[in-house]
């Protein structure tokens, strides 16, 4: 419980405003590479935050200077065992974003869950409805041959590995258009994973970056539409929007941007349900449900801390967010040596 009155607060944020703030970031190498460049650190640097790696082969608790905040995508359990007794030490300094919270999102159906129950304001301006496919979670072997001898899947679907950590296999994908697919997937893919309701939605996805409160929408190719004269049982894909000329535009002509309001309110109400500061999700239009000029997202995917270097200006975003989320806060930096 913070016991400092609003005037010794006002003053201890007016101190941090003429000081700089450290961050101490703990990414994967390749997460450095597109993520920590010259011009973010330039940037930073001018408006006062200086991003500092952590050592990874040193105790966190050794490390200075002291950090007013932690920004890392890792998850691997001695890094969160560091960061737990770091927590403990310092409770009120933050840590973007809280292991807890982050695990939510490495689960392909607890990703979705919470999308569920999202109550969004109602909007007079441009009805629209959301939600996420029907999926079916595959949990082992058993379950598998359930389905396969039950045929109760409504083709086509998509196979998607539960694991969503980031390695090349989580996104390693699968388009399963009969019960021969199925049968073959068998053979490809291992439980546990999650069947999901493939959506026709005119080959273009939405990729809608959340920093805070910011909130930026791309628009980038996808899947094209299922063409029922394709034969195929089975057909693997991988990361379809990342691909080199990823917003090149093949679907780019025929799709309207979603509205506005609607992109805003899902990433609120995802930011505070997700209790997370940096993600993006995946948006499409359902091509089936969008009717008499109501149309219907779904929301097919959510990424903790994705690749927003691809974002317009992030050195500036960035640094506003860091800037914003330590001055703001009411509990002043730790001032014991870290
Ligand atoms: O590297 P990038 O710029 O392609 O970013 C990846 C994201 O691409 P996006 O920003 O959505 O286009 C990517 O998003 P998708 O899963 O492709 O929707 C992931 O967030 C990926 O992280 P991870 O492999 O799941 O840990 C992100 O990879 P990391 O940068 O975190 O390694
Ligand atoms: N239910 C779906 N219906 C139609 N296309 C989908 C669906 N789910 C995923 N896709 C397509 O596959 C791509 C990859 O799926 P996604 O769940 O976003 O995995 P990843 O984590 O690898 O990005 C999406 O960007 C979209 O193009
Ligand atoms: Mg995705
Ligand atoms: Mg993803």
């Known amino acids: 419980m913070s016991c400092s009155s609003p005037s010794q607060r006002e003053e201890a944020a007016g101190e941090r405003r003429n000081m700089t703030l450290v961050v101490g970031y703990a990414l994967s190498p390749k997460k450095v590479d597109s993520f ?5 650190l330039n940037h930073a640097q001018t408006h006062g935050v200086r991003l500092i790696p952590i050592d990874l082969s040193l105790p966190l608790l050794n490390q200075g200077p002291p950090f007013h905040c932690i920004l890392h995508k890792l998850s691997h359990p001695t890094w969160e065992s560091q960061l ?29 869950q919470v999308v569920s129950h999202l109550h969004l304001p ?3 301006s441009a009805p629209c409805s959301f939600g996420i496919p029907d999926q079916i979670p595959v949990l082992n072997t058993t379950h598998f041959q359930n389905l396969l001898d039950n045929c109760d899947v409504e083709y086509p679907v998509i196979a998607k590995p539960s694991a969503s950590n980031g390695t090349a296999k989580s996104h390693q994908m699968y388009l ?6 199925l049968r073959k997937l068998g053979s490809e893919l291992e439980p546990p994973f999650v069947l999901q309701q ?4 005119g080959g273009v996805v939405f990729k809608v970056y ?3 409160d910011h909130v930026h929408c791309v628009r980038r190719d996808s899947l094209p539409d299922y063409d029922s004269d394709n034969n195929l049982g089975l057909l693997p894909f991988s990361q379809i929007s990342n691909l080199a000329g990823g917003d090149r535009g093949m679907g780019e002509a025929r799709a309207a941007m979603p509205p506005e309001r609607l992109v805003s309110d899902l990433a609120g109400g995802l930011r505070d349900a997700l209790e997370l500061n940096l993600f993006n999700f995946d948006l499409i239009r359902d ?3 969008s009717k008499g000029g109501t149309d219907h997202y779904q929301i097919i995917d959510i990424n903790y801390f994705p690749g927003y270097a691809k974002m317009p200006n992030y050195e500036a ?9 330590l001055l703001h806060r009411h509990n002043p930096p730790p001032t014991e040596e870290v």
């Open 176 to 181: 399963v258009f009969n019960l021969e697919g």
């Open 317 to 325: 975003v960035f640094t506003d967010f860091l800037l914003r989320h």
């Open 210 to 212: 959340v920093v805070g």
């Open 36 to 40: 920590i460049t010259p011009s973010l």
């Open 287 to 289: 091509n089936r449900k």
């Open 122 to 124: 109602d909007s007079d």
């Open 84 to 112: 737990a007794e770091f927590s403990s030490r310092y409770p009120t300094l933050p840590i973007i974003d809280p292991p807890r919270a982050v695990r939510r999102l490495h689960d392909r159906l607890s990703m979705l």
């Open 198 to 201: 493939f959506v026709n939605h």
